[in-house]
Structure formats: structure tokens, C-alpha cells
């Protein structure tokens, strides 16, 4: 049984009267049987997780540079997000794929580097809108997937999003359908990659426009074991009923 995973990503969104919400979380989050990740900006992560210490939450960053230190202006290293309470960190998100050119090469050096810092990798993933029209969605998938995802990889430190570039913070989601298909892919490539005891451990997230009142259909999905949810992530009031949802799963 895969362990699920309710992770909110609040990209570049929070100063520091945002850890209120986060507060909220924790309270009403004290405990859980699914993971509760949160994902603020960089320079909040310490307090956040000393605001979720003791609670199911926890938090991790949104990226981190694939060296393990050096002359990187600008960057965060695995290892500081690990010592600032990090339990996990997103690699590649289409943001940061369109905003700083990141190859799935890059995404992979980063991942390889984040999980032997010891964190969990979330390598996102997915397809853009003329891609989808053209038919091309599982290729593109598929080719994502085989360059992102380092070798060795493992069950419990690698977490696969896909997050079709059309739905995120658009309100357009996928048919169930259309996740189903992707979801069923990227198990089955994981399965002829790494076998079935790590193929079949590697946790697969839906992300793009996840609301309270869409989550349930998208956690019955086979092969969903839980969402990367942006916007509603932001308030407790919006992410707590996700979380219900995919303990109800
Ligand atoms: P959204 O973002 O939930 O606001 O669509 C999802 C994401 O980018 O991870």
C-alpha cells in the first residue's frame, strides 16, 4: 500500500502572516493517515516547520540547485532545505521548466542531489496544451519521465506529479479519463524501469486546479495517490477538505 500524499505547493506566494494559516493546518491536522506536505517560499521554511513540529504536516521547499554547494548566487542547496526542517523538495515544475529553461536533465541532476541530501523528490511533470491537442501527451510523458527520474531511484524517496501545464491555476481539469490514462502509463514505464517493488511503490500526485470540490472524483482514480495543489493551498480552510477527501480515498 502506498502511503498518500496531500502536498501544497504556495509557490512564490506568503510573507510571514501566511504562518497563521499554516497554524490552522497543524491544529486541525494533528494527526492523519495520509502526509500533509506544505511547500511555502524559502525564507518562511524555517518557521513553518517549527509551526507543523509535533503535527502530520510538514514542509519542504519548491526547488533546490543540483550542487551540493558552491559559488550559486541565488540558490538554495538541498542540504539547507533539509537543515531548515525540510522533508521533501518539488523538482521541475512547469514553472520553473518555462521561467528558468530547466532541462529534464537539470530536474534529474536536482532530484539525484535532493534525495541523497535526504529528502523525498517530487518531479513534476506534464504536458502543454498544443501537445495534448496534437495527440502527443504520452509521448511527451513518457520522455519526461525517462530523463527526470535518476537511476536508483527508490519507493519511499520519489514522488512523481503530473501536472498538465493547461490545468495549473486555470480551473480546467483533465477527465478522469484522461488522468486515468496518464496515471496508468507512468505506473506501468515505472514498473518496466525499476520492477514492481519500486515501480509499484513510487507515489503518483494529480496537480492542476485540485479544489475541495473535485478532489474526491480525482483520488478514486486508480493509480492517484494523492494531489499537488497550488491555489487552494493557501488557506486552511481550502486544503483541509483535500485532505479529508484523500484520507476518506
Ligand atoms: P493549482 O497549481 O492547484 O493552482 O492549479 C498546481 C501546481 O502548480 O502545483
Redesign the pocket.
Known amino acids: 500500500m502506498r502511503q498518500k500524499l496531500a502536498a501544497g ?1 504556495w509557490k512564490m506566494n506568503g510573507t510571514s502572516e501566511a504562518l497563521s494559516d499554516l497554524q490552522e493546518l497543524a491544529a486541525a491536522h494533528a494527526t492523519s493517515g495520509v502526509d500533509v506536505l506544505i511547500c511555502p517560499p524559502t525564507p518562511l521554511l524555517h518557521r513553518a516547520a517549527e509551526i507543523v513540529a509535533g503535527s502530520a504536516v510538514t514542509v519542504g521547499g519548491q526547488d533546490c540547485h543540483m550542487a551540493s554547494s558552491g559559488a550559486h548566487t541565488g540558490d538554495t542547496s538541498a542540504e539547507m532545505l533539509r537543515d531548515a526542517g525540510a522533508s521533501s523538495v518539488i523538482l521541475g ?1 512547469s ?1 520553473r521548466r518555462a521561467d528558468h529553461g530547466e532541462s529534464d536533465a537539470t530536474v534529474c541532476a536536482k532530484a539525484d542531489t535532493a534525495i541523497k541530501a535526504g529528502l523525498i523528490a517530487i518531479v513534476c511533470l506534464g504536458e502543454s496544451l498544443a501537445q495534448r491537442e496534437a495527440g502527443e501527451t504520452l509521448d511527451i510523458i513518457g520522455a519526461q519521465l525517462a530523463g527526470s527520474v535518476p537511476a536508483g531511484s527508490a519507493g519511499d524517496t520519489l514522488v512523481i506529479a503530473y ?1 498538465p501545464i493547461w ?4 480551473g480546467k481539469v483533465p477527465t478522469l479519463e484522461q488522468i486515468g490514462e496518464v496515471h496508468g502509463f507512468l505506473r506501468a514505464q515505472l514498473v518496466a524501469r525499476f520492477g514492481t517493488g519500486i515501480g509499484g511503490a513510487i507515489r503518483l500526485l494529480y ?4 479544489k475541495p470540490g473535485n478532489a474526491a472524483e480525482i483520488f478514486a482514480v486508480d493509480d492517484v495517490d494523492g494531489a ?5 493551498s493557501l488557506k486552511a480552510a481550502d486544503f483541509s477538505p483535500i485532505i479529508t477527501a484523500l484520507e476518506a480515498a
Open positions: 505547493n515544475h514553472e501536472e490545468a495549473i491555476g486555470t496537480g492542476g486546479s485540485v499537488l495543489v497550488g491555489g487552494a
